[in-house]
Nanobody, 129 residues
Framework: QVQLVESGGGLVQAGDSLRLSCAAS????????MGWFRQTPGKEREFVAA????????YYADSVKGRFTISRDNAKNTFYLQMNSLKPEDTAVYYC??????????????????????WGQGTQVTVSF
């Protein structure tokens, strides 16, 4: 089966850091563009960050730019979201996702949730004041 398994969420204080991990079940995911999204109850899923298959291109939402870093370790079939200087407004369920359908790593394309083919289960990140 194809699967993305997330870990690293939790309850932290404003200003703290967390690293989210997304482990892929198959090495073939190393050929896919990967993204992180987040969702708060009552709101639509929001783009956070994306990375091209090779890691050569990265994209970030304006709200997290300079604080979050997306990376991947294809040798471990894993990619990450390092979150620094966390704010209460970062509180959300965070999802990792894989784009198995597109060839080009266009910023506009990778910001749209419907363009991704596989999703993790989500991990809760809560940032207290």
């Amino acid at each position: 089966q194809v699967q993305l398994v997330e870990s690293g969420g939790g309850l932290v204080q404003a200003g703290d850091s967390l690293r989210l991990s997304c482990a892929a079940s198959e090495p073939t995911f190393n050929n896919y563009h990967m993204g992180w999204f987040r969702q708060t109850p009552g709101k639509e899923r929001e783009f956070v960050a994306a990375i091209s298959r090779s890691g050569g291109s990265t994209y970030y939402a304006d709200s997290v730019k300079g604080r979050f870093t997306i990376s991947r370790d294809n040798a471990k079939n894993t990619f990450y979201l390092q979150m620094n200087s966390l704010k209460p407004e970062d509180t959300a369920v965070y999802y990792c996702a894989a784009d198995a359908s597109s060839y080009y790593s266009l910023s506009r394309y990778l910001r749209i949730p419907s363009n991704y083919d596989y999703w993790g289960q989500g991990t809760q990140v809560t940032v207290s004041f």
